[in-house]
């Protein structure tokens, strides 16, 4: 078995030729990743659904939009918090995951968390990979890996970040960032 390198922490962002429906223009932010698998959050999927109407309590705590995500397309009746929290030392009933951004749990009282908080945005489901399924993924070109930035969590327009994430690239992955959404119209 050959080790694996962890992306936690990382994103996917998925390329053009990407035929998932799931992923298309996906930007997935990595929480764990080990030889057990992958599991990740899409940054980019806005609801319809208003914080406040699944989980109330935490609502008045979220960035604009103040929707929940789809983070993809496993246990869609799950809630994940994903929070930013600056600092050395994090609040109860959160756990760091790379940097400032960590995971909440839901089940903690808001307002524990409320002080610290630098941005938070509720997820709807998840993306998750099995053992080296991702890894496949990686090698067939289905997605770029690069760095995260904590605002990249709270995207005041998360349609747009797909094309910023890659515009922001110091690499040939700048260009991606133009590529048509049709290129059947070029």
Do not use: C, K
């Not at 764990?32 to 109407?53: I, K, Q």
């Not at 935490?58 to 600092?87: K, N, Y």
Request: hydrophobic share 45%; glycine share 12%; net charge negative.
């Amino acid at each position: 078995m050959t080790e694996v390198s962890s992306l936690t922490g990382r994103l996917l962002v998925a390329a053009p030729a990407l035929a998932d429906p799931n992923f298309d223009r996906a930007v997935v932010l990595l929480l764990d990743h080990d030889e057990e698998g992958s599991l990740g959050v899409v940054l980019n999927r806005p609801t319809p659904v208003g914080v406040g109407d699944i989980l109330a309590p935490w609502a008045g705590l979220t960035g604009e939009p103040d929707v929940v995500f789809q983070g993809g397309p496993v246990s869609l009746d799950s809630a994940l918090g994903v929070a930013v929290i600056p600092g050395d030392e994090g609040p109860l009933g959160w756990r760091r995951v790379h940097g400032a951004i960590g995971l909440v749990d839901l089940e903690t009282p808001p307002e524990l968390l409320a002080a610290a908080l630098g941005s938070l945005r509720i997820f709807a489901g998840y993306a998750g990979w099995g053992p080296g399924q991702l890894e496949a993924e990686l090698g067939d070109g289905a997605w770029y890996v690069v760095e995260s930035e904590p605002g990249d969590v709270s995207s005041p327009r998360p349609e747009g970040l797909w094309r910023a994430v890659l515009r922001r690239q110091r690499s040939e992955l700048a260009m991606i960032a133009t590529y048509p959404d049709d290129p059947s119209l070029n």
